[in-house]
């Protein structure tokens, strides 16, 4: 299934010149939950990006650099942008599919995009977002900390599959 690429993911080349690995794609199921609706009965605005953090996440274990990772390697790694697009909403009890997909990037940061499917495979939502690696004084960090680097090259050199859900 094809995900918009936004032009902040727009680089195909390896900083050597080489072609950049595919993004890694990651997906989890889930049900809307009763207190997730408004007035309107739909899913209220504001937890579309609760939906992505699921499946962000979800493919960070997967990948062995998600949040544990970086609390053992002493990395915050905050959200710097977040943009959501919204397609049409979720109602009530409504199943859905939240895909995140890990973008290639030799900076100090990961670059995550989103699609939220509903049980038709219709798309709901889809959005990006942007996450900088930080010492734990509160700079930025200027290069990938050496556990994620050590991920790169692994993704870069094809050892890491390019996707995965979690259980149906």
């Given at each position: 299934m094809a995900m918009m690429r936004y032009p902040y993911f727009a680089s195909s080349l390896c900083l050597d010149g080489s072609a950049a690995p595919?993004?890694?794609?990651?997906?989890?199921q889930r049900i809307v939950r009763f207190d997730e609706v408004d007035v309107l009965e739909i899913v209220w605005h504001g937890h579309y990006a609760s939906y992505?953090?699921?499946a962000r996440v979800a493919l960070g274990e997967h990948l062995g650099i998600g949040y544990s990772t970086l609390y053992r390697e002493r990395v915050p790694a905050p959200i710097k942008q977040l943009f959501v697009n919204y397609h049409r909403p979720l109602v009530f009890a409504e199943r859905c599919r939240i895909i995140a997909r890990l973008h290639w990037c030799e900076s100090a940061r990961m670059n995550m995009s989103y699609k939220i499917l509903n049980a038709q495979g219709a798309?709901?939502?889809?959005?990006?977002?942007?996450?900088?690696?930080m010492q734990t004084t509160g700079e930025y960090l200027t290069r990938q900390p050496d556990f994620y680097a050590a991920f790169c090259q692994r993704w870069k050199q094809g050892q890491i599959p390019p996707s995965a859900s979690a259980g149906k």
């Open positions: 595919a993004p890694i794609e990651y997906s989890v992505f953090e699921d798309t709901v939502a889809t959005g990006f977002s942007v996450q900088m690696f």
